[in-house]
């Protein structure tokens, strides 16, 4: 299996074969605790514009984005699992834009399947690759808005990596850890809470 590690918009137009957009801080964060939640799909798009038109075809389903770290005016939550109030989500349609992670979908148009990832699901992304043997894997870091790397997708790219090829990566859990001090930290901040 071919497994190759891309970057920011530019490497989501380049992905190919099975690829996985990987955004951990926070979109495809939020979307396995909107999962957990009981959301019955959730549908990624890539402008605001396309986010209000679900809303005139479904009035029931629930928006939920940001741009520059920032709740969407007019949307029902923003873009961190903190925020969202799963008795108001559950067995709804979320349509879910961010300013780096639904980029990364919208953009992969060469991929043969996209699935998405963050540390939270790592573990069971690659076990559905390994299930799927396909001949090549592509795993796009999405970063900050699609334009700078991060660390947090880097590191996260780099463990489904080691899991799919079977190379252990023992020190996961204090890399882990360091990214509230080391890339993290503005999610930390109380002046920025908000976002």
Same mark, same amino acid.
């Given at each position: 299996?071919?497994v190759?590690?891309?970057?920011?918009i530019?490497?989501?137009?380049?992905?190919?074969?099975?690829?996985?957009?990987?955004?951990?801080?926070?979109?495809?964060?939020?979307e396995?605790?909107?999962?957990?939640?009981?959301?019955?799909?959730?549908?990624?798009?890539?402008?605001?514009?396309?986010?209000?038109a679900?809303?005139?075809?479904?009035?029931?389903?629930?928006?939920? #984005?940001e741009? !520059?770290?920032?709740?969407? *005016?007019?949307? =029902?939550?923003?873009?961190?699992? $903190?925020? &969202?109030? @799963?008795?108001?989500?559950?067995?709804?349609?979320?349509?879910?834009?961010?300013?780096? #992670?639904?980029? !990364?979908?919208i953009?992969? *148009?060469?991929a =043969?399947?996209?699935?998405?990832? $963050?540390? &939270?699901? @790592?573990?069971?992304?690659?076990?559905?690759?390994?299930?799927?043997?396909?001949?090549?894997?592509?795993?796009?870091?999405?970063?900050?808005?699609?334009?700078?790397?991060?660390?947090?997708?880097?590191?996260?790219?780099?463990?489904?990596?080691?899991?799919?090829?079977?190379?252990?990566?023992?020190?996961?859990g204090?890399?882990?850890?360091?990214?509230?001090?080391?890339?993290?930290?503005?999610?930390?901040?109380?002046?920025?809470?908000?976002?």
């Open positions: 299996m071919d190759n590690i891309y970057h920011l530019e490497g989501a137009k380049e992905a190919k074969g099975l690829t996985v957009i990987i955004d951990v801080f926070r979109a495809f964060s939020l396995c605790y909107l999962m957990a939640m009981g959301v019955r799909e959730i549908r990624p798009v890539g402008k605001l514009e396309e986010a209000f679900w809303r005139e075809r479904d009035k029931d389903c629930v928006l939920i #984005g741009r !520059g770290g920032r709740m969407c *005016e007019g949307f =029902d939550f923003g873009n961190s699992p $903190s925020t &969202v109030e @799963a008795k108001r989500v559950r067995g709804k349609r979320v349509i879910h834009t961010t300013s780096a #992670g639904t980029q !990364g979908i953009n992969a *148009e060469k =043969d399947e996209i699935i998405t990832g $963050s540390l &939270v699901n @790592a573990a069971a992304v690659a076990r559905y690759i390994k299930g799927r043997q396909p001949a090549g894997v592509s795993l796009v870091c999405m970063g900050t808005a699609g334009k700078v790397r991060n660390q947090e997708d880097e590191l996260c790219a780099e463990y489904i990596k080691s899991m799919i090829i079977g190379t252990p990566m023992p020190d996961i204090e890399r882990s850890k360091t990214l509230r001090y080391n890339g993290g930290e503005h999610f930390f901040d109380p002046d920025k809470q908000e976002i």
